[in-house]
Every structure is written in C-alpha cells, then in structure tokens.
C-alpha cells in the first residue's frame, strides 16, 4: 500500500526556525514517490475531521511539527484510528518524541518517519481530558502557567522562570488513592508520567515506558529547597529511583509509585498542567491510562 501524508507545522511551537521546513519535507518525502498535503493547526485545536479525512483518502500517516503540546491536540482526535503518527520535534520540550528516540534535527526526524517503524504508545486520560505524556500538579505547573505568558519562548526562558518560580514555591496538601491506599502529602508537585522525562532529555520517571499500560506517578515532597535541588538532580541526572513503601511513604523526599489509575484530591487548588500546557485545575481528579492509544513512528 502506497503510503499517503497529511503533514501539520504549528508556526509558533518552540524557538526553531521554520524556514524551509515545507520545502525539506516536500522534498525527501517526493524523493520517495510518498503523496502527501500539507494542513495548518488551529488554535481552537479542533481536529475532529482528521478520522473521516484518513478514512475516505487511505491517509496513512499524520506528520506533526510542533512541541507536545501539538502532538497532544493532534493525538486526541487519533485514537483508534488505523494511522501512523510521526513526529517533527518543534517545541520547547518535546518530551514525548524524545522519550521515543526521535531526533530534534529535521532531517534526521524524517530519516525516521520515512523508515516507517510503527508501535503502539499508550496515553492517558486525567477528568476524560487526554494527554500524550505528562502532567503535572503543583510547582512545575505553575512554571508552565507563568512561562506561557513570556513573549519569549525556548529552554532559556523556561529555565528562568523555572529559576523564579523555585523561590516562592510552596508545597501543596494533597490526598492519593492508588492501589486501594490512601495516601495524605504535602508534596511541592506530582507528575503523571507516561514518557520519562519533562522534555530537552530531562528525565523525571526512569522507569517509565510508552507502552508498558502503566503511568508512573512521582511525588515530591515537603522538604527543605536545597534538600529538595539535591534530591531531584539525583532524580534527573542519575536517573536513580528511590523505592516505595507503603509504611515507608512519609520517611522519603521523592517516592515514585506505578499504577494504571489513580485518583486525587487537591483540595488547595494547585495548578495543572497537561503535556507543558497550562490548563484550569481541579479539587479531584480521576487519571485512567489508554493502552494502545495510537501507533507512533519510533527510532
């Protein structure tokens, strides 16, 4: 079967230059003999023509130039239907291509598309609204609510407002069903986490994996700041998981739990995000994992 393209660049995702990105993806992918058409995103992220269009025209691939915050809106409208998704890292983060070995470089993301190696990903639902990779509750949320309002955008904001934000951060009550066990924090944030990582290779959830019908749940607790950089850069930068115990819960800084669904009460309102993008939050919140959401075209 012949493959057919629609491809999807959002021109405001990330810092990248998209000058010449129609240009190399017409080329490589007529060099090819692949057909393909080009679609723009929307900002009312309504993509729900996309399953009678791969339907009715044989598309067998959809192509997405953006951050995840892309992906996410693309992806929702995906599910079920018998497409390849591919993966053009355009965005700040891009942790959902990363964690499934697709390269920043456009060319090299299109080595990748063009070889074709499809597999299912999971993805979850947090109160029925969906998500490709992470969210977050609490103090990187509130990074994601405040940099979405900079004019500028990239690592380099991100990390200082992540700066700014660290100094005034404050932990949150939180209350966890997970396992048939409650479990009462006091946690600066929770992070949902079907990738590993928050994006730009910083891993959060080493034991995470895109199709494993498990979300890993990470929760960093109550504790002092300067303890709370050291124990989140072992967290991150030596990938070490610190190992959870039900009676041992309160005694650790970071824990990190996995489970295909888990509810929580966030009676103090904490901010939400849902794949880098900030979105209203909840007192309560139901989060179900969706095995076999979609098949991504991996490295």
């Not at 679609?39 to 269009?53: G, M, R, S």
């Amino acid at each position: 079967m012949q493959r057919r393209f629609v491809i999807f660049i959002n021109p405001i995702s990330g810092t990248q230059n998209k000058a010449g990105l129609k240009q190399l993806i017409q080329r490589r992918l007529d060099e090819q003999g692949f057909m393909h058409q080009f679609l723009e995103t929307n900002a009312e992220a309504d993509y729900a023509f996309l399953p009678t269009k791969i339907e009715t025209e044989n598309i067998t691939d959809v192509i997405i130039c953006g951050g995840d915050g892309t992906v996410n809106q693309v992806g929702a409208s995906l599910l079920n239907v018998d497409v390849n998704v591919g993966i053009i890292p355009m965005g700040s983060g891009n942790g959902l291509a990363f964690a499934a070995g697709i390269p920043k470089n456009p060319g090299k993301a299109l080595d990748v598309i063009i070889q074709g190696k499809a597999a299912y990903i999971d993805a979850f639902y947090i109160n029925n609204i969906f998500s490709c990779m992470l969210c977050g509750l609490g103090f990187d949320a509130q990074v994601a609510h405040d940099f979405a309002k900079q004019s500028s955008r990239g690592l380099s904001s991100y990390i200082k407002q992540g700066i700014r934000n660290f100094f005034i951060a404050r932990p949150y009550p939180f209350s966890i069903m997970i396992h048939g066990i409650e479990i009462k924090t006091q946690a600066y944030f929770i992070s949902i986490a079907n990738s590993n990582q928050f994006g730009n290779h910083v891993t959060i959830a080493p034991r995470a994996s895109l199709s494993d019908g498990l979300l890993d749940i990470v929760i960093v607790n109550k504790m002092n700041k300067l303890n709370m950089v050291y124990a989140l850069l072992k967290q991150v930068r030596l990938g070490k998981v610190q190992e959870v115990s039900q009676k041992g819960f309160h005694s650790k800084n970071i824990q990190y739990l996995q489970t295909s669904s888990l509810a929580i009460h966030n009676p103090s309102m904490a901010p939400l995000h849902i794949d880098g993008e900030p979105v209203a939050t909840h007192k309560k919140f139901q989060v179900d994992i969706i095995e076999k959401a979609f098949r991504l075209i991996q490295a």
